[in-house]
């Protein structure tokens, strides 16, 4: 009899040990995913510096052609201020996604502008080296595959009874950015 | 080791420092913006290379289209400490932002002042530069009055200037000035992302850094279970919870408790 009054709070006392070990595990774990996918997004405003810098160079042919009130010159003007800065992550992505549209839109302005057009170097820069440039700097820094590596954290985080135990514990969702065309 | 063999081998080192700079003289010029051509860069290289040995005082050149909004002075700065050389004197052309800059170094600057190299710059090299874009032109003219006045100040002549002075437009004989046309546009060339970015393998850099951060994100922390594993675990779980203690069997056999660790563990994450 008296062994199994003890057994009994030795199996409560063995419950508890196991669920503080899993809840502990658990919450290391997904902890040092959600820091992982922190650093992806530092990562990415690293990238994003050579998008500041392609807008740079963009502006200053502009400014050998445009008046600095132009709407696209300060567009893009605008775009590069965000994502030098430090706004929000949401604010920050989307700077890059208008300075991707704003740069093109740019580009193509100087492109048929008469002055670039008379101008050899301008109109290389115009029609090869700065759109090539963006290009490239678009693709180092696709942001999109920041929001996949995020979402599958997440679901992890939602979709496991790990996740859901580290979420219990306070480890929270990845921030995702609204990617163009979404909703 | 003998000494005899120690000899041949210390013979064989001399010779190999004796020979060494002769392979090749460090160039002197990175035309990133592909803007001057080939034979006028290696003929800066070697007026260079006489400079430093006559006044000690090498001389570098950049060109670039675009600095990415950095500073060209300041950028010009880096470039000198990152040559690691106090004696020397760089140029830094950017094509595309009609800017330049001079760096001197600690060592050169009793011989030049930036006062001084600052108004070479106005008189020589502004105009062919930003007005008439004669890049080569341009840096000739600048690199023979840079020399004159190194000259000058040091007490000592150089005696052969190479074909710098029909570069500079300068050129006494008849013979035909050294030909402009290539340097008065600028091409893509493959250095073109050089060209246009601060520090081109910075931003590689970076960017293999995101990608390798992402994708490590996307795999998690990899404590996916393999198919193994989760049969030992469930074959375990059989021989723990799986007989009663009079050694009768208590529901599944371990099939059924492999299969069914396998089930859960999609639940705590552990499988894909």
Known sequence: ????????????????????????????????????????????????????????????????HLDGDDTLVKAVREDIALLSGEGSLPGILSANQRLARDGKALLAQLE????????????????????????????????????????AYNARLKGTITGLAASLLGVEPAALFEEAGSP | MSVKARAVLLALLMLLAAWLPALGETPAVDDQAE?????????????????????????????????GGKNVQQYADQALEIGADSRAVVLVMVIGEETY??????????????ERAESMLGNT?????????????????????????????????????????SYAGRAISAAPAATASPTAYPTGGTSWLDSILEDKTQSEHEAREYETDVREA???????????????IGFILFKIFGRKKNGGKNGCGPLGWIFGTWGLSKFFGWRK
């Open chain 1, 1 to 64: 009899m008296k062994a199994s009054a003890r057994a009994v709070p030795a199996f409560l006392a063995m419950l508890l040990l196991l669920a503080l070990a899993f809840g502990i595990g658990a919450y290391r774990g997904m902890y040092n995913e959600r820091l992982q996918v922190e650093l992806a997004l530092s990562s990415l405003q690293d990238v994003l510096e050579t998008r500041v810098e392609m807008g740079n160079n963009l502006l200053t042919v502009a400014g050998r």
């Open chain 2, 35 to 67: 803007v001057l051509p080939l034979d006028m860069a290696e003929e800066i290289t070697s007026y260079s290379a006489r400079m430093a040995q006559e006044l000690g005082v090498p001389f570098r050149l950049i060109t670039k289209h675009f600095l």
């Open chain 2, 101 to 114: 800059a001079l760096a001197i170094g600690e060592q050169t600057r009793p011989l030049l002042s930036p």
């Open chain 2, 218 to 232: 996307q795999e998690g922390s990899g404590r996916n279970l393999s198919l193994f594993q989760i049969a030992l």
């Open chain 1, 112 to 151: 048929s502008s008469p002055s670039v057009r008379a101008d050899e170097r301008d109109l290389f820069y115009v029609n090869a080296l700065l759109p090539r440039g963006f290009e490239q700097s678009a693709q180092w820094a696709d942001a999109a595959q920041y929001n996949q590596a995020a979402r």
């Open chain 2, 125 to 165: 090299f502004h105009e062919p530069f930003v007005v008439e874009r004669d890049y080569g032109r341009a840096v000739a003219a600048f690199l023979l009055d840079l020399s004159a006045t190194l000259q000058s100040r040091a007490g000592k002549r150089i005696a052969d200037e190479g074909k710098l002075p």
